[in-house]
């Protein structure tokens, strides 16, 4: 014997209109306006840092993202450990830098004292429009 169940589709299972909180345009809405605020604490503790084209010897800062060099000198990074917090966590470890060759010449990339550049001392774009991303682990730098 087969069960009809066409009668059960115009049933509604809410008595009354739900409540506009209950409503998924309402979470919609609410979602947007939480992403704007959190994307407006991220740009203002966050802020892109841009490129920045150096032509002469110059040491980079933490505030500085891309590098776009042109000429043949010296870029010395910042120190890869950085302040260490109470907790031992080393401030600067993770952050990344890119250094970009525009130019003809070569550019030396150089750790801060004694730190490395994937073990070796120093490292050099000779070729233009090589790049190398540098990033810390909290002692030493590594390209990825």
């Not at 966050?46 to 150096?54: D, N």
């Not at 030396?108 to 429009?129: E, R």
């Amino acid at each position: 014997m087969a069960v009809d169940y066409t009668k059960y589709r115009t049933l509604n299972y809410f008595q009354f209109e739900p409540p506009e909180e209950y409503r998924r345009e309402y979470f919609a809405d609410e979602f947007n306006k939480i992403s704007h605020v959190l994307d407006q604490h991220a740009q203002e503790f966050y802020p892109a840092k841009g490129a920045t084209t150096i032509t002469a010897t110059y040491s980079a800062t933490v505030l500085d993202d891309v590098l776009l060099c042109t000429g043949t000198f010296t870029v010395t990074l910042y120190n890869a450990i950085g302040k260490v917090d109470n907790l031992g966590i080393k401030q600067n470890a993770g952050r990344r830098i890119t250094i970009k060759n525009i130019g003809a010449g070569t550019i030396t990339i150089d750790g801060a004292g004694a730190q490395t550049i994937d073990g070796a001392a120093t490292k050099a774009i000779a070729v233009q429009y090589d790049l190398l991303t540098l990033c810390s682990d909290g002692a030493n730098w590594w390209i990825i």
